[in-house]
Nanobody, 122 residues
Framework: QVQLVESGGGLVQAGGSLRLSCAASGIRISNYAMGWFRQAPGKERVFVAAITRNGMMMAYADSVKGRCTISRDNAKNTVFLRINSLKPEDTAVYYC???????????????WGQGTQVTVSS
């Protein structure tokens, strides 16, 4: 059974940083691209970042570009998302997901975690 467990969310002041982690079990993430998405209250889930299986290519949403870094440790079966200079509009539930293809589209992702809440206060 595939499980993705996100952690590292919380309440942070604007301008601060967070590092989210996503630990996978039941699957070897080295065989897959990984992505992060987020869903703010009352809004649809949107793409944040993606990384290829070997970590050589990354993609970012315009809203986080320059402030965000996705990375992975295939040996630890874990993917990370660091966001700097956090803004109140970054407040959302953040989800990691697994895809067979490197994609920015949520429909490409087959497995999802339960999410971790990030709240940014102004």
């Amino acid at each position: 059974q595939v499980q993705l467990v996100e952690s590292g969310g919380g309440l942070v002041q604007a301008g601060g940083s967070l590092r989210l982690s996503c630990a996978a079990s039941g699957i070897r993430i080295s065989n897959y691209a990984m992505g992060w998405f987020r869903q703010a209250p009352g809004k649809e889930r949107v793409f944040v970042a993606a990384i290829t299986r070997n970590g050589m290519m990354m993609a970012y949403a315009d809203s986080v570009k320059g402030r965000c870094t996705i990375s992975r440790d295939n040996a630890k079966n874990t993917v990370f998302l660091r966001i700097n200079s956090l803004k109140p509009e970054d407040t959302a539930v953040y989800y990691c997901a697994v895809s067979g293809t490197y994609s920015t589209t949520s429909s490409s992702y087959a497995y999802w975690g339960q999410g971790t809440q990030v709240t940014v206060s102004s």
